[in-house]
């Protein structure tokens, strides 16, 4: 049975992946699927061409509470108003993304790479759902470094409780169907002393 074929079922939990049984999400993760991945945290952080961006919100500019780069084959990726420079392919992140195509069936030709310098960097709540991603889109998230703690919740049925999902190093979330639509996301800041963690959130531009 491929493993996704375990959505819509109760929740389920192995040594290899944790499936999450919500309502209108496709959600599943694996703890340590790059375990045997010959990439490590600074080949990776030093691979990436990473800049501080900026967002204006009601009229004031401020720096996002992270750094960032988009790569992608050919395509150009914005949101919130942000316009993201096209990086090229680099063999860390071609490794990363073969593995995950491998498992999903899905092609990716574009991904955002995010890294949270310390416990004040975050992503407030957020969808992945620009016109760009098409219908029902698939992420992929792949985590290196820290573990941080990343948040759902759903948009608009307030009976639904949050979930937490301890993102660990060399971890990967799936979201699938129709959560981007019904759910959103976010990854906490804390007061506790972390270390630094990358995210690369794989996706494919439909246009």
Same mark, same amino acid.
């Given at each position: ?18 499936? /999450?049984?919500? @309502? ?34 009601? %009229? ?55 890294? /949270?310098?310390? %416990? ?13 991603? %098409? ?48 759910? @959103? ?9 972390? %270390? ?12």
């Amino acid at each position: 049975m491929n493993q996704f074929d375990l959505f819509g079922e109760s929740t389920q939990e192995t040594s290899d992946e944790v499936v /999450y049984n919500l @309502k209108d999400a496709k959600i599943i993760y694996y703890p340590n699927f790059f375990g045997r991945t010959k990439v490590d945290f600074e080949a990776l952080k030093n691979s990436l061409n990473l800049r501080q961006d900026q967002i204006t919100l009601y %009229g004031k500019t401020h720096d996002i509470p992270r750094l960032q780069a988009w790569y992608s084959n050919d395509m150009e990726y914005s949101y919130s108003g942000i316009k993201l420079l096209r990086n090229d392919w680099n063999k860390e992140l071609k490794t990363i993304k073969d593995e995950i195509e491998a498992i999903t069936g899905e092609s990716f030709n574009g991904c955002l790479c995010n890294l /949270y310098r310390d %416990g004040r960097d975050y992503a407030s709540w957020h969808s992945d759902d620009e016109e760009s991603l %098409g219908r029902n889109p698939v992420i992929a998230s792949a985590s290196f470094g820290e573990t941080r703690k990343f948040v759902l919740k759903h948009r608009f049925d307030k009976s639904c409780e949050k979930v937490e999902i301890e993102l660990e190093d060399r971890s990967l979330l799936i979201m699938k169907g129709a959560t981007q639509h019904y759910w @959103k996301h976010q990854l906490n800041k804390t007061a506790r002393k972390v %270390g630094p963690r990358i995210n690369l959130t794989f996706r494919r531009i439909i246009r």
